[in-house]
């Protein structure tokens, strides 16, 4: 298999974690809540998830504990940061460090062991092309993260209820009045947001590499948070830069098993350093960003 | 808040003024609340709360020994916290700390790896400064991405924390790896004069801490005092009001990261010079991210700080203690601080809020 052939072959499955957790927060932040926990949420749902699946839950049962899980701490981010109107950042990272800390409480007697994955599912014909065959052999997970991209672009491009979980975000007090109720949008907003990040979280850890080790989200859910922002918050770009990360992390691989001299310490900060630049790139342009963007993202809603 | 009238029968409503006892009292009530939610977690987790207690937040303070050890952890959490602080209060959000003391840290080490076997009383203090230029160096990437490039510094920083993990992983398996050391991913011990003097004998706390005492009266001046950190609070409180008074939001990006990054930076270098004598991959426990901690259960004030950082070297210590003679897992210091940091940001909207109870019969209108 030459380097081509790997990237394409891994490069979605790689990409899912970054992509499910960026449409959760994509959501949640389209209705103005900004929530840089996603790296805590995943985190726990990873933990979660890998326990459930270890003790014999089977996956299914592994992906649902770990959406639950994360949507719990993710509620008790929008009691502080929504209920009661605290500053988002810093409960954001209160909520990032708690389930950090909950995982490697939760996973302490876990720790390096592993789990059988999921088998791929190969589409008869596709799958047997020359180059590209690999995009087509897949677990089920991507295959439903690929519908929950298309899913979630649907709802906000083509549906009232997308429609005013845009407005929620765009002007609050406008929606408020015409009779939506602010709060309670950006409450399920943040569970489904949180939802998604458990279960991210849990792809990684049963799914994409079937282990459980402290740290092994490894920034994954910082850089979805990154990935909302390079999207401009559209489902389509996300669903690119997810893939580009995807693409990046395995090109790291390729890179040593083709024999590259390189330290392998350059390739472990490769996505953070795309992630630097990309954000630099993307940032400088001031007009696709206000076009875009979330006109009262991060500000509490007072009633 | 109509949600809280009609689930609960009351509301929130804003005070006209927050009161200044209850401003101190709402870092009490967190770290109160705080530590019966994670007892009652040790109690589920199996554990005896009661000793969990005692070797977490009574045992640092019964031996002179331990209680030194809770004033060497204050000195990088000081100097760390007061730093960030600058920067929140000016809504300039670094996070990325911990990668700044790792700069710190590295470029401190820079002289007694290149030169093992200098002498003189110059070495510590030109260490000192070369970590502050180390992390205000890597802090001023956040800051030309954020005022020049217009990315958000959350993530840049926090980016450039990771990055620079790596970067000490590098330096510690490849050149700067000790030859004599078991192939162990650290460096040469330092020489003699290149660690910090020793303020109490017979302890581990130097001079770092008189720094970070230092650094918080200059913040305090600064914040308090100076027109610079006036402009900087205005452009947090009212960025537009800021604006067109002509206070320069780039110059508050850029002097907010740089003071943290120096700050930081100072932090990591003290700590290879002075507890741990080597550069390792353990130089800080977390210091960057407790930090922001620090900060904010000082209600970002300088003199807050102090007393938030005291309570949080404790708790290292504790947590230490705990380890051993509790076993509990170290993570359950950061569930404690991430509880913390819950619970103190609960607390305070009561400082800005006040409950009303909703009249039975009014309750329809609220």
New interface residues.
């Given amino acids: 298999m030459n380097a081509i052939e790997f990237v394409l072959a891994g490069m979605l499955a790689a990409a899912t974690p970054f992509l499910l957790a960026a449409l959760g927060e994509l959501v949640a932040e389209r209705t103005g809540v900004l929530n840089?926990g996603v790296e805590?949420m995943m985190a726990l749902g990873a933990a979660i998830g890998f326990i459930v699946v270890y003790n014999g839950g089977g996956h299914f049962a592994g992906f649902i504990a770990a959406g639950i899980s994360a949507a719990m701490l993710s509620l008790?981010f929008a009691f502080?940061a929504i209920?009661?109107?605290?500053?988002q950042?810093?409960?954001g990272?209160?909520?990032?460090?708690?389930?950090?800390?909950?995982?490697?409480?939760f996973g302490?007697s876990y720790e390096s062991l592993t789990i059988r994955g999921i088998p791929k599912i190969e589409i008869p014909g596709l799958s047997d092309l020359p180059l590209v065959g690999g995009l087509f052999t897949q677990d089920i997970v991507v295959w439903l993260s690929l519908l929950a991209t298309l899913g979630v672009w649907f709802v906000f491009a083509r549906t009232k209820t997308g429609l005013i979980l845009r407005a929620a975000g765009e002007n609050p007090k406008a929606t408020h009045s015409i009779g939506y109720?602010i709060?309670?949008i950006r409450v399920c907003a943040v569970a489904l947001g949180g939802a998604m990040a458990g279960f991210a979280g849990a792809y990684a850890s049963t799914v994409y590499t079937p282990l459980w080790a402290?740290g092994m989200i490894?920034?994954r859910g910082?850089?979805a948070?990154?990935l909302v922002?390079f999207g401009t918050w559209l489902t389509g770009r996300i669903f690119l830069g997810a893939c580009l990360f995807g693409a990046v992390s395995l090109a790291g691989l390729a890179a040593q098993t083709t024999g590259v001299e390189l330290?392998s310490?350059?390739l472990?900060?490769l996505p953070?350093?795309v992630?630097?630049i990309v954000?630099?790139?993307i940032?400088?342009n001031?007009r696709l960003?206000k076009l875009n963007g979330v006109a009262s993202l991060g500000e509490p809603y007072k009633? | 808040?109509?949600?809280?009238a009609s689930m609960f029968g009351f509301r929130?409503v804003r005070r006209e003024r927050a009161s200044l006892m209850m401003t101190a009292l709402a870092p009490v009530v967190a770290l109160v609340a705080a530590t019966i939610l994670n007892l009652a977690l040790y109690l589920i987790?199996g554990k005896n709360p009661v000793g969990v207690f005692y070797a977490m937040l009574l045992e640092p303070f019964l031996s002179w020994y331990g209680f030194s050890e809770v004033l060497l952890k204050m000195g990088p959490l000081l100097l760390v916290a007061q730093g960030l602080a600058i920067g929140f209060r000016a809504k300039i959000?670094n996070?990325g700390a911990e990668g700044q003391f790792i700069l710190g840290a590295i470029f401190a080490s820079a002289i007694p790896v290149m030169y093992p076997e200098a002498t003189g009383v110059w070495i510590w203090p030109a260490m000192l400064l070369l970590g502050a230029v180390g992390g205000a160096l890597w802090a001023s990437?956040t800051a030309f991405?954020r005022a020049?490039?217009?990315?958000?510094e959350?993530?840049?920083s926090?980016?450039?924390s990771?990055?620079a993990a790596?970067?000490l992983?590098?330096l510690l398996?490849?050149p700067w790896k000790d030859p004599a050391g078991f192939n162990f991913p650290q460096t040469v011990m330092f020489q003699y004069d290149a660690m910090l003097p020793i303020l109490f004998e017979g302890t581990r706390v130097n001079i770092s801490l008189l720094f970070g005492l230092f650094f918080s009266v200059l913040a305090f001046i600064f914040m308090q005092r100076s027109f610079q950190g006036y402009k900087l609070e205005v452009g947090g409180l009212a960025p537009a009001a800021a604006r067109y008074a002509g206070f320069s939001e780039s110059r508050t990006i850029w002097l907010s990261l740089l003071i943290g990054g120096l700050a930081a930076g100072f932090a990591g270098a003290a700590e290879v010079a002075g507890p741990i004598g080597q550069l390792q991959r353990s130089i800080s426990t977390g210091y960057g991210?407790a930090g922001?901690?620090v900060a904010?259960l000082g209600g970002l004030h300088p003199i807050g700080i102090v007393f938030a950082s005291f309570v949080m070297a404790v708790l290292y210590i504790g947590g230490d203690n705990a380890m051993v003679s509790a076993d509990l897992?170290i993570?359950?210091?950061?569930?404690?601080?991430?509880?913390i940091?819950?619970c103190y940001?609960?607390a305070?909207?009561f400082v800005r809020y006040r409950l009303e109870w909703v009249d039975q019969l009014k309750r329809g209108e609220a």
């Fill in positions: 840089l805590g008790l502080v209920g009661l109107q605290a500053n950042v810093a409960a990272l209160a909520i990032g460090i708690l389930g950090q800390g909950l995982s490697a409480l302490k109720p709060i309670l402290d490894a920034g910082w850089i948070i990154a922002v330290p310490q350059l472990a900060s953070y350093l992630t630097i954000l630099g790139i940032s400088s001031r960003l009633p | 808040m109509s949600w809280l929130l987790m959000f996070i990437i991405w020049r490039l217009n990315a958000n959350i993530l840049v926090l980016m450039l990771l990055v790596q970067l992983n590098y398996l490849g991210y922001i901690i904010y897992p993570a359950a210091v950061r569930v404690f601080q991430g509880s940091l819950l940001l609960i305070f909207t």
